[in-house]
């Protein structure tokens, strides 16, 4: 598999490049020259197979014979290596669970692929040593820690803005040590970014390190999200219709996997672009015209991006066309205020705890079937609510304490079963 920059003005990679370098030469993100297509054994049997088994087959094409398939195959067990439960959280919404590995939030698999396949490469001698840059606006930053720690020939600095994560993001951060260094940014996480940017556009600074990044842009993060929806779909009832998948989002990287899981044949419904305030690609998606903005701080910090980066890739796997998006996606706006009325609703009538970012997308999955009542669909629920004490406490009347660093999530509350996955 080849990977061409979106500026087209960089030559085309390996995946060994396009992850070590994280970004074309162009300042372009690098994109896979085919969509491979899954083998309909691989579809046929998908129910059945074990998850790194999953793994190693959706990501084997975009890899190629960078990595032999051994290696390949422990790199994929170990990211992939902790539940992702698809429960019911009200009659025809189900949760996918992504929260259950060691940061409790979506991000460590795509972390722990990056950067086994970076330690791969690094151990071999294939790459200079390393210095990870990384911006983060909140569960960015501890994913990437907790997947490089300890990774022998990598640096990781990871800058994020000062009192805009929550205390317990900040401690997953800045309490690792080793080979992780975090820097506290008194300004935005667009300012971070910002900050990261110019870094790599520092020909001084290129001189005495080698910086590669471990945001979404790089392929080795993005491409394993796609896993998610073929264990979601591993859980799907075989009987109902395709779901509707609500995805809250901020950089686009997670939507844009799920959309690339299904131009490759997995059988996905409807999809939502679930945004709180920072929404520029629902005013896109509405009016045809698209405009970064400065992010604005809410409830679901994760997703307070004002120009998603991954968004561009969205576009080129629909060629550009408008009127294509527009009918594999719908994309919301969600206030605030319809956060904390959703983990509320959803704590009295259900017993379920989402986090603000579910909520944000459980919201925009209710809107949907407001107007498609047949649609049964699915939340990913990107985070553990005990990430937000601050907007998830008041409402349970409270506290839910910190977990310890590294420990294993608690379980959620139980759920009644209901209807429609
Ligand atoms: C990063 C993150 C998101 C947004 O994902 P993108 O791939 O950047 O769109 C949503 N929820 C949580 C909890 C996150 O950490």
Known sequence: MKYYSLRHQSPLVDFRTATVTGQAPDGGLYFPETIPRFPAGFLRELRNLSKATVALNVMRPYVGNTIPESDLQRICAEAVDFEFPLVP????VAALELFHGPTLAFKDVGARFMSRCLGYFAQRGDTPPVT????TSGDTGGAVASGFLGVPGVEVVILYPSGKVSPVQEQQLTTLGQNITALEV???FDDCQALVKQAFQDPELAQRRFLTSANSINVARWLPQQLYYCFAWQQWPADAPAPVISVPS???GNLCAGLLAQASGLPLGHFIAACNANDPVPVYLRTGNYSARAAVPTYSNAMDVGNPS????ILELFHHDLGKLRAALSADTVTDDETVAAIRQVWAESNYLLDPHAAVAYTALRRYQAQHPAAPGMVLATAHPVKFPDVVEPILGHSIGL?????S???PPQTKRAAGG
């Open 89 to 92: 959280v009200a009659a025809g």
């Open 132 to 135: 990870v840059l990384v911006a």
């Open 186 to 188: 008194s300004g935005t």
């Open 250 to 252: 901020g950089n686009f």
């Open 310 to 313: 991954n968004f561009v890739r």
């Open 403 to 407: 977990p310890e660093p590294g420990a």
């Open 409 to 411: 999530p608690p379980k």
